[in-house]
């Protein structure tokens, strides 16, 4: 039995349970029940009993990664074998060696919860997501420009506007906290879903707010969706990407012939077709009309993959008409003023529209409540368009107290129903520290730079943590309290090229041109090495033993997979990209 006690934790726990059972995902690491018998002789290691979860669903997410399921593989220590996955969001760290010789088997209680979607891992995703081969010579080109070698002192013009909204892929520390509250800027944020609908893209309706922004999206003031996509353009004839989620992506230029590269993550704003086109890491591709004369903005009009799979926004007088998926389902909007009032989502068959969500806002355009598909709200109030106070579906509320209720306010009181997570923030600006007190009366001290990076962490003890960064904000190294020290290192694009632990192991990524990983070393000296098509989709891996597993696709989508011994499992889906079958190469059907 697989027990990770990371996930029993309060507030960085697990926030998902099956059958009264905490959830299983890709990278959910923890101790084996019960331990394992120590084999005798004089050379053997005692077992660790350390093992992960290796894979996960590529279409069902909790707690911000892939949800596992019945027969996927396990991570098991083993004397001889392989680093566990580089995984962004893991609590806990497997440190031995492993290899999938186990296999997931849900304890059996309650209803049964049926996951889809073919299987997938953090490297897996790091490969078959990436692709950009057809600006594979562009960036070439790229990297001996002028624009390439100024990207790291532009970048200090508009570090400020940046840092405050990292991306959290390179940042190591924890940020938000309480429920939940930035602990350098004091911004409070909120991230709710209010639907999602798998399919060959599939559309996750997130919403994000930013307490200290003052844009009217098509959600009201401060909320951030997948329709608020956009470019910014400023006055340096520098450009922002915002691709709903709060985080935005700095391009130093409009692009001309060549592309132009971010210089975090190594994105790319280029022109295709009289549009702007920005392409994430990931291979997502959003699509804007070129202005033809000055504006400030200008809203995404599609998102396509890399296997031309798309999303196309609609948009008329009274704002979002309609998304349309390219194989012809849409969600229906229903906009007015630029809000949208209701998403229904409409399949081609002219069958009745199914409700997915309604918004209601006040007079001034803030959000104040947001109805399910089962009509349930959730409501919220706001002071001068700073939120102070939301209220779930089962009546639990959380609160908000500001210093000033204008735009750059920052909250310094949050708390729920009865005490819950209870916190208190005073900033030290003068020192750039922060002091944060939580419900137990404890203190905790956290102290940034210049760019808004945090650079300590002191607990209530007097532990301090300290984080180091490079030229663009990735985190570069981490020390933990006791003095264990891990490092980073990054190429010019943003990909992870080695990791280098406490104790000294190192794991090296090799990347090609379109960032796809191609091989790694771990610390043991295995080679792994992987092979992608054109549209960037991963078709073989090669483990250090010289095992081949090889994977094969259509429209992006997963349907073989071939292990090394030649066992072939074969995956089906619909036509709107929902996985109906799985056949297992010994015949069981799924």
Known sequence: MLIDPADYLPIIGSTVKIGGVHRAIAGTAGKGLPPHIPIGGVFVKPPSNENEMFMGSSTVEMDGDAASYTALPVLSCHCVGMVAPFRAKKKSKTKSLVLPTSVVLPIPAGPPVLIGGPPTISLMALGMRAGMAALGKGLKRLAKTNLARRAGGAFKRARQRLFRNMRP???????????????VTGEVVVDQQDFSIPGRIPLEWNRHYGSQSERLGVCGYGWETPADARLVFEDDDSVWFHDGTGAPFYFESL??????????????????????????????????AIP????????????????????????DANGLRAIEESTGRRIEVTSVNGLIREMRL????????????????????????????????????????????????????????YDDYA?????????????????????????????????????????????????????????????????????????????????????????LVKTTDANGAVVRYHYDEQNHVVAAVDACGGQWSWSYDEQGWRVEQIDPLGHRTRYEYQSGQLTAVVNAAGNRTVFSYDEWGNMTEMLSSNGAQH
């Open 169 to 183: 892929g390179f940042l190591k520390c924890k940020v938000l906290r309480a429920e939940p509250v930035d602990s």
């Open 255 to 288: 692009p001309g012939g060549e592309p132009v590269m971010e210089p975090v993550d190594g994105g790319l704003l280029y022109r295709q077709d009289e549009r702007l086109v920005a392409r994430t890491k990931e291979g997502m591709n959003y699509a804007f």
């Open 407 to 495: 735009s750059d306010g920052r909250c310094i009181h949050s708390w729920g129903d009865g005490g819950l997570y209870d916190y208190h923030f005073t900033f030290r600006d003068l020192e750039s520290r922060t002091e944060i007190t939580n419900s137990l009366g404890h203190t905790f001290n956290i102290k940034y730079d210049k760019r808004y990076l945090i650079t300590q962490e002191i607990d209530p003890l007097g532990g301090i943590t300290l984080y180091e960064y490079d030229e663009v904000g990735r985190t570069t190294a981490v020390a933990d309290a006791c003095g264990n020290r891990t490092e980073y290192a990054y190429d010019a694009r943003g990909n």
């Open 292 to 315: 033809q004369e000055p504006v400030h903005e200008v809203l995404v009009e599609s998102m396509t993959d890399l296997c031309r799979n798309s999303l196309r926004f609609i948009r």
């Open 346 to 401: 409409q399949y081609p068959d002219a069958s009745p529209p199914h409700p997915l969500v309604r918004f209601e806002y006040n007079d001034v355009g803030d959000l104040v409540s947001v109805y399910d598909a089962l009509n349930a709200p959730y409501r919220f109030s706001y002071n001068h368009h700073r939120l102070i106070q939301h209220t779930d579906r089962n009546g639990l509320s959380f609160y908000y107290e």
